[in-house]
């Protein structure tokens, strides 16, 4: 009997973490919507905080919330809501981005990761998956 074998294209899981993309430019917004996709996992998305708030009320599944720091059409900027979302669900991981502003002492909640924009693709997966392992 000869085997073949037969090469199969790579699934994707069937459970796929949800992360909750924030971000007021919405070229920008997409560009990380569309990594995080082809990246396997499932994506919602607010154009501020003030919506992300709305959708994590509405969306207990969230696991991750990647967001931006400055975005004027909010009530509150991203370390705003990283805290309210660190002191409201532990189990939520949190990554804040930004290319003007640093967090000062005491900016970033416990758990939650900075990084510089612009964000490379790469990078942004390697600090939602080490989230996903320490929730």
Do not use: C, W
């Not at 920008?28 to 009320?57: C, Q, T």
């Not at 309210?84 to 991981?93: A, H, K, N, S």
């Amino acid at each position: 009997m000869i085997a073949i074998r037969i090469d199969m294209p790579e699934r994707k899981p069937d459970i796929r973490a949800l992360v909750l993309v924030v971000e007021d430019e919405a070229l920008v917004r997409m560009m990380l919507v569309d990594v995080l996709d082809d990246a396997g996992f499932k994506v919602m998305e607010a154009a501020h905080a003030d919506e992300a708030l709305h959708i994590l009320a509405a969306a207990p599944d969230v696991q991750v919330v990647v967001t931006d720091v400055e975005m004027p059409r909010g009530s509150i900027n991203g370390f705003e809501l990283a805290r309210r979302v660190r002191d409201d669900r532990q189990d939520i991981g949190v990554v804040i981005a930004s290319g003007r502003v640093a967090p000062a002492p005491g900016d970033l909640p416990e758990g939650a990761y900075f990084v510089e924009k612009p964000v490379r693709p790469e990078r942004l997966l390697e600090l939602i998956r080490a989230l996903l392992r320490e929730g």
